[in-house]
């Protein structure tokens, strides 16, 4: 049976209802609140800061530290607390992803450290923590030269659909499904993070990263409005 | 660094003679605190609680589990607390460090002692399978007394938790299921204070500034029972408390307790009906 119609009702381009909240931790230098239905992540930025072990140091730039972690309650099954070969995974490929909207130059030695944590999850996670990494970076005032959001496409059978949810990534009729996350920098539109499982055509893949980008466009301009609401919050104050 | 909170603390010592605090509360007095239930579908029951600025986040997950040798007939309690580098910078990843540990023993002390839950009723198969209860608990903004609000979250997550189904014929939750069941809850509702010295003044409620220029903290969880009892303490420091002293802490408590345990307690029961779990 096809995949003619989503769970959820959505149309096949369209993302679940997003949120997008800035400055939700006090202590940090940035932080963020981003989610998609019902995936939930906060992040927070601390830095540029001393960075220790010295060895770690770059003399010639700032480097980006990220942190990826789920609640151990964000899921059916609790996950114990402490990293896991997929919280590894994620914080490093987060990290990448937002390095090359980041200038740090100026900040020789230095560490930047972005902290994301799942509170709720229904698939598209990653997603959701990086979007709200970045606007805790813009928030926290580290220099960027340009922005950067992020989306899954699947594929549900042979339907390309924006944002799966995790009832769309146990799909399992006809092709099955395949779920792509990735991210985009706004301006220059380059990927700057890439990721599947499951199977597509080169013909689909193209589509579906053309869409991703896209949607990520979208995207951006939900995070900008968070970003501006801050901004002017913060200036009546 | 150390110049700098060594002058804040100076100045918090100056304040208090006076009997004032940076923040022109009273001595006994706490910030504002928000309690909201139902922040994350995937838990059986979680709570966020605001203190001030200070923020915690709490979720309740269950399984079965074999029964504590000990205990055949009774359910199981943990509670893990993360003090988590998102919510201040002078917390780090890795292996939990002492605060971290105390702060979830304690939790876990003042639930278990209250008899909050009846672990009794969470008995599936004696000596085989019981109801395994997890409290964990997550700072998300650490601005001083974190402990407060970590157990002020923790009994609104229990309140809110519903038990999950169990399909005994397969030997496995179904999380499909609609779960209603309210967790077995008892009339002994915890509230913990945590009371600060600093010099010889009694505070409650310290901001991040005023816990560091402590010199230690008595903690204890109260229960409603008239007259209040006490069911669990630890002092908490390296500090010492003359007998008048200690005293005076648990009259300060007991003043305190009237208002303050009332107000709570609504707070997180109107939470509860809100949330839409």
Known sequence: ?237 | MIEESNLTAKRIHEYLEHGNRFDKRNTEEYREIEVKCGISKKSEGSAKVKIGKTEVWVGVKMEVAEPYPDSPDKGNLMVTAELTPLSHPKYEYGPPKFDAIELGRLVDRGIRESKYIDLNKLCIEKGEKVWQIFVDVYSINDDGNLLDAAFIASVAALKDAKIPFYDKKEEKIDYKKPSKEKLPLTENEPFNFSIYLIGDKIILDPIQDEENASDGRLVLTVIPTKPISICSMQKSGEFEISEEKFSEMLDVVEKTYKTLFPKIQKLAESSVKSSKQ
């Open chain 1, 1 to 237: 049976m096809a995949y003619t119609k989503r769970f959820d009702g959505r149309k096949f381009d369209e993302t679940r209802k997003i949120d997008a909240k800035v400055g939700v931790v006090p202590n940090a230098d940035g932080s963020a609140m981003f989610s998609f239905g019902d995936t939930v992540a906060i992040a927070a930025v601390y830095g540029p800061k001393q960075l220790h072990p010295q060895h770690m140091q770059n003399p010639e730039k700032g480097i980006l530290r990220v942190n990826y972690q789920m609640m151990s309650f964000s899921v059916n099954e609790r996950i114990r607390p402490g990293p896991s070969k997929r919280s590894t995974e994620i914080s490093k490929i987060s990290e990448w992803a937002l390095a090359s909207s980041t200038l740090l130059n100026e900040f020789p030695n230095t560490v930047v450290d972005v902290h994301i944590m799942i509170s709720q999850a229904d698939a598209s996670t990653r997603c959701a923590g990086i979007n709200a990494a970045s606007l805790a970076l813009a928030h926290a005032g580290v220099p960027m030269k340009d922005f950067v959001s992020s989306v899954s496409i699947g594929k549900m059978d042979k339907q390309i659909v924006v944002d799966v949810t995790k009832e769309e990534e146990d799909y399992e009729e006809g092709e099955g499904a395949t779920d792509i996350a990735m991210s985009f920098m706004n301006r220059s539109g380059k990927l700057v993070h890439i990721q599947l499982d499951g199977k597509i055509s080169h013909k689909e893949l193209k589509e579906a990263v053309e869409l991703g980008r896209k949607t990520c466009k979208k995207i951006y301009e939900i995070q900008r409005k968070a970003l501006k609401e801050v901004q002017e919050m913060e200036k009546e104050k």
